[in-house]
């Protein structure tokens, strides 16, 4: 048992962890097109002064398209905002999901802030959401991980 227990946490550490972040709120459009967090990844690599060096978030999230068309989601589009950085999508690719299906997505961001539970990180999506070639205007996605 202690074994397992070992092997997760080398696991987690090694190749990041997506836990529940504290406080969300979530995404939706009027199309009823939903965001969701299911995990975020909020890490502060240190140096050896404990200065951090680089940060890095990444978060899962779940997208819902209850329509009758299909949702193309074209992430180069979709901003992180935190405090006063704004930064895109690290390998960002092009998304499509099949009407009345649902699609969980990993976003990776590099930024510089903290990952502290009162700071407050924004996925700004803009342009980046449309059902058939029809821009959607879902809202932002506030998380404090």
């Avoid at 987690?12 to 406080?23: E, N, Q, R, V």
């Avoid at 990776?108 to 990180?121: I, S, W």
Wanted: glycine share 6%; charged share 25%; net charge negative.
């Amino acid at each position: 048992m202690m074994l397992r227990f070992t092997l997760l946490v080398a696991f987690c550490l090694s190749s990041g962890c997506y836990l529940k972040p504290s406080a969300v709120k979530n995404a939706s459009s009027p199309d009823g097109v939903t965001a969701r967090v299911i995990g975020e990844d909020c890490e502060d690599h240190r140096a050896e002064k404990g200065d951090p060096v680089t940060r890095d978030l990444g978060l899962q999230v779940r997208v819902d398209n209850p329509t009758d068309k299909t949702l193309r989601i074209a992430e180069e589009a979709i901003r992180l905002q935190v405090d006063n950085f704004t930064g895109g999508v690290r390998m960002p690719a092009v998304v499509e999901i099949a009407p009345h299906a649902q699609k969980t997505l990993t976003l990776d961001f590099t930024h510089h802030a903290l990952c502290e539970p009162d700071r407050q990180f924004t996925v700004a999506w803009n342009d980046a959401v449309a059902l058939d070639g029809r821009p959607v205007a879902l809202s932002n996605l506030v998380l404090h991980p």
